[in-house]
């Protein structure tokens, strides 16, 4: 469902994103350990969504510093008790046994250097647009740009900040120079500034849509029967997150 990342330096290791459960994040631990002995110093979540930072709780053994975004840990405390239910739900008791909601121990307010020893990791918070808490992660020793959810591949996106942030974010990492991104869904690299075409086109194709409609006097409804439908055949799992993206954008685009 997510990409999980890690990155070692001649010091200690951070790791980005723990994917959606204890036992999965316990599979990228022990993935870690066959790497590098080195001490597992930070672990990064770059957005509060379930499948990025329910395996959190693997990597409680190390006493890491559980860094994020500071307006991370407001947002997933208040859906903490949703998240749990919902993807106990989803995962059945036995994949979802060990979750638990950890919240950051070390906040990041606009920008952050770690240090691994011998290469920097930059992390920076960005404008709301996936969500409000969206942070991402430039390893500087190789030029790679970590994205998290700001960047879907394959996967439709989901919009839970902004669209109009998100859209105005995209032209802003389309002008970046980085070696490759990793997204927070698809493939483990891609190349800017043609990985975020398709995610942008998407968006662009909703918005548009949604502006039309309000503007002939159109509701929500009809607007979810027919906003950026062409682009159905693009993406996996259109019919389960798009109807959400359409009613999120109406409710922010009915108040230009």
Not at 224 to 252: I, Q, S
């Amino acid at each position: 469902m997510a990409n999980a990342g890690f990155v070692v330096g001649s010091d200690a290791v951070a790791v980005i994103d723990t994917l959606g459960s204890e036992k999965v994040g316990a599979e990228l631990r022990k993935t870690i350990s066959a790497v590098t002995s080195k001490p597992i110093r930070y672990v990064i979540n770059t957005h509060m969504h379930p499948d990025h930072v329910f395996g959190n709780a693997a990597f409680r053994q190390d006493s890491p510093a559980f860094v994020a975004n500071r307006k991370l840990a407001r947002g997933l405390a208040s859906r903490a008790d949703r998240y749990l239910e919902t993807n106990k739900r989803m995962l059945g008791p036995d994949a979802f046994e060990g979750i638990e909601v950890i919240l950051p121990t070390l906040a990041v307010d606009d920008k952050l250097p770690l240090d691994l020893g011998g290469r920097t990791l930059i992390l920076e918070t960005q404008r709301t647009a996936h969500t409000d808490n969206d942070l991402t992660i430039t390893d500087s020793a190789t030029n790679t740009l970590f994205l998290g959810d700001l960047l879907f591949s394959v996967h439709v996106p989901t919009l839970d900040g902004s669209i109009k942030g998100w859209l105005a974010l995209i032209d802003d990492l389309k002008q970046r120079k980085t070696a490759r991104v990793v997204p927070g869904h698809g493939p483990h690299a891609m190349e800017l500034p043609e990985a975020l075409e398709p995610e942008q086109r998407y968006l662009a194709a909703i918005a548009a849509d949604v502006r039309r409609l309000i503007k002939d006097g159109k509701t929500l409804e009809e607007a979810t029967k027919t906003a950026g439908f062409e682009e159905r055949d693009a993406w996996k799992l259109f019919d389960d997150y798009h109807v959400r993206n359409v009613t999120a954008a109406f409710a922010e685009l009915e108040w230009e």
